[in-house]
């Protein structure tokens, strides 16, 4: 009895001293791997952040409202951002590569999946980004000039082009991450028909003044018009 | 040689035509676009202008056409023809030779400025000049009121003044005169003008600046010629010409006027800077000719129309505006948009500031530039309403007056923008 006992714990000790054998080989592995993945993360953002200081990608995001887009965020400058960006999508992807040495079983085809996935969802965040100035520049010159030429109801015209163009960068995004496909293509379409078709519907219906207006103030007579502001130079 | 690569390798035919000149004392270039209607008496009157002012000079007109759909060059090649009925394009009466050449397909003032530098620096031109093909009434005198500043009198740069109406040219008594005399300090009162002089040393100056496919001086490079006279010491003065005859057609749009000249006149903040953030007050220049005529005319129809965009500008616009202004600033002309018509009034101080702000936030690019721009424009017609309720019943002196106010208010506020333009956004 005793013999056996001692036997078991033998037994179970060297299945013990097995395991760890087996397995802490592989735990410095990752480590070492998740390691130098920090360094690398950090050399990548290091030399993003310098050659996007050097091409001064700041004054063009400037420029084009990005910047504006980002502060409205609370999010930092663009160049931080895709800096700090480069650094937390390389330093996941050695974590997972580090995680995929441990052999656990079922995470390893997690880990392939979500590596597999990882370039999709970069470009569906940057599509939705993208989407998202453009949105917003387009959005603003169309209500800067509706303003300036004394349209009426310049911020209906101004949020129906920014909506338009939301539907459309969240619709690209859901298609590239292969989401629904079809449901979202249809929901697209149905979104833009019944968009397009309840304006023009309400232009024709509703608005047949404002049409008249429009027409007369873009194809009639302009003299009229300019006879109101004196010659500016 | 800047101007052997741009005649030999874009324009030959050009450069062909003005070796045949050989070199010449003075040039004046007629850009034009479409312009039979005028161009003919533009042509003329530089021609009386060279025979009864500079007998003895050799001289030559520069037409550069921007690819005109109508009879425009046919003309100015016919008027050779008459003269002579020798070569095409190049013809001589005396001393007067005139080149014509198409030099784009869509009319750029700057390019057509280069071109005309590049040429004047070909011929070792002493003085030049630039007359718009769209103005109706030039004559001979006003030729020579530009050429001989720059060619007699050692003058670097030659702006023209004119006879104005009451409500004529308020862009520029109200923003761009006074804005560019604080800023830069130097009282040139039509620096964004269809005319203008210059001399050869400006001309080179000039020509070698790496601006040219800058959008800001796309359609207003003559401003930009005037603020490089002044950054670089250069002697400026202006000549007056007397009436200036609107050109026929439509109106020049509101919009597109602010679009060309305040852009450019910010742009130019920012290239000049190490100029102007140091300087204060202006300076005086010499002026040829009446310094200002002011004519009584009928103010415009249907004003209110003007109040009604501003005030809805200010409202539509406000998220855009409070991103441009400072809350005070912004809170100010909230308040002003809230009164009644007849009471309004857009205060010399809080236009000069809402500006300074404005050019501010230009600099630090809080959005697209051309963004910027636009929406200034509801609050130009804010302040054009104020100037047209107010001076109803002012004479012409009572105006100079007030504007001379304005300018000192620029002035005085200059450090307001020296502030706002080096803050951090």
Partial sequence: MRVMIV?????????????????LPRFVVMLVIILSGLLVAYALRY????????????????????????????????????????????????????????????????????????????????ILFFGLIIANFLSRAALLAAVNAGYTSPKTLSWSIRFVIWIL????????????????????????????????????????????????????????????????? | ?????????????????????????LLVAVPSFNNEATIERTVQAIEESYQRNFVRDRVVILNLDAGSTDRTTEIVLNMNGRRSGGQRGIMSLRTVHCVTTQYAKVPSQSEALQLILTSADLLEAKACAVVSATTTNVDANWIANLLRPAYKQEFQFVAPLYTRGKYQGLLARTLLYPMSRAVFGCRIREMYSDEWGFSR????????QNVWKNEEIRARPEAWMAITAMASGYKCCQSFMGPKVAPSGPAPDLVEAIRQTVGNLFWCLEKFESFWVGRSGSDAITTFGSEHDLIEEEPPANSEKIFDLFRSGVEELESILASILTPETHARIKEIAALDAAKFRFGPALWVRTLYEFAAAYHRGVMARNHVIQALVPLYRGQLYSFLLEQANSSPDEIEADTESLCREFENQKPYLVEQWKAKS
């Fill in chain 1, 7 to 23: 036997q078991g714990l033998q037994q179970a000790y060297q299945n013990l001293f097995h395991m760890f054998a087996e397995f």
């Fill in chain 1, 47 to 126: 030399l993003v952040r310098t050659t996007l200081r050097l091409t001064k990608l700041d004054r063009l995001s400037d420029e084009a409202g990005a910047s504006r887009v980002l502060r409205m965020a609370a999010l930092p400058s663009m160049t931080e951002l895709l800096s700090r960006s480069i650094f937390w999508i390389s330093l996941a992807g050695f974590i997972l590569v580090g995680l995929s040495v441990l052999n656990i079983a079922g995470l390893q085809e997690q880990v392939s999946r979500f590596l597999h996935l990882l370039p999709e969802i970069v470009i569906a965040m940057l």
């Fill in chain 1, 169 to 233: 960068a969240i619709t690209m995004a859901l298609e590239e991450l292969s989401v629904a496909r079809e449901t979202v293509i249809a929901a697209f379409s149905i979104v833009f028909g019944a968009l397009m078709l309840g304006l023009a519907i309400a232009f024709g219906l509703g608005g047949q003044q404002l049409a008249r207006d429009f027409l007369e103030r873009n194809l009639g007579d302009r003299k009229k018009e300019k006879t109101e502001e004196p010659q500016p130079l």
């Fill in chain 2, 1 to 25: 040689m800047p101007e052997e690569s741009l005649l030999g390798e874009r324009y030959p035919e050009l450069g062909r035509q003005l070796m045949s000149v050989g070199l010449t004392d």
């Fill in chain 2, 201 to 208: 040393q400006l001309a080179l100056d000039c020509e070698s």
